[in-house]
């Protein structure tokens, strides 16, 4: 996997993924920046949110689960000190369909946390508590 990332001006900045995929990075004004984009950090908040959605859009579909729609809510702390690094994520999952099973849903987050998610289990692994809940919505 590779990346790169350029800096166009201020705190601005392009990264393109491998796959030719861009997507602007910019700071808050007081930090040079003009608001333009994410933060880094909050696209590694988003990008875990994308990482353990995937998974459990594949363990359900699998499962053949009448999902319909899935949202991941992420909420982060940061310690307060420089690194100013994450503390603590809270993964609320809200999954849709028709007659989805609660154990299905509950198994398919607990797969995600512990086994396939690499952006959970690598933050995990350095000392940022993960935690996850869900709600099922009947469509």
């Known amino acids: 996997m590779k990346a790169t990332v350029k800096w166009t001006d201020g705190r601005q900045f392009v990264a393109e993924s491998g796959s030719g995929h861009s ?9 040079g920046g ?3 984009g994410p933060r880094p950090m909050e696209l590694l908040l988003m990008g875990l949110g ?8 594949n363990i359900l579909e699998k499962a053949r689960a009448p999902v319909t729609d ?6 982060a702390e940061r310690a307060d000190t420089t690194p ?13 369909g028709k007659g989805l099973k609660e154990k299905q849903v ?8 512990e086994k ?8 995990v692994k350095g000392g940022v508590e993960v935690t996850h809940s869900f709600t099922i919505v009947e469509e």
Not at 106 to 113: D, P, T
């Open 34 to 36: 003009r608001n333009t």
């Open 70 to 75: 899935c949202v991941a809510s992420l909420e």
């Open 50 to 57: 994308g990482c353990t959605s995937f998974d459990i859009l």
């Open 84 to 96: 100013s690094v994450f503390t603590k994520i809270h993964v609320h999952f809200i999954v849709s």
């Open 23 to 31: 997507v602007v990075i910019d700071g808050p004004p007081d930090h």
């Open 116 to 123: 396939y998610c690499s952006a959970s289990i690598m933050l």
């Open 106 to 113: 509950a198994r398919a987050v607990e797969l995600s946390a």
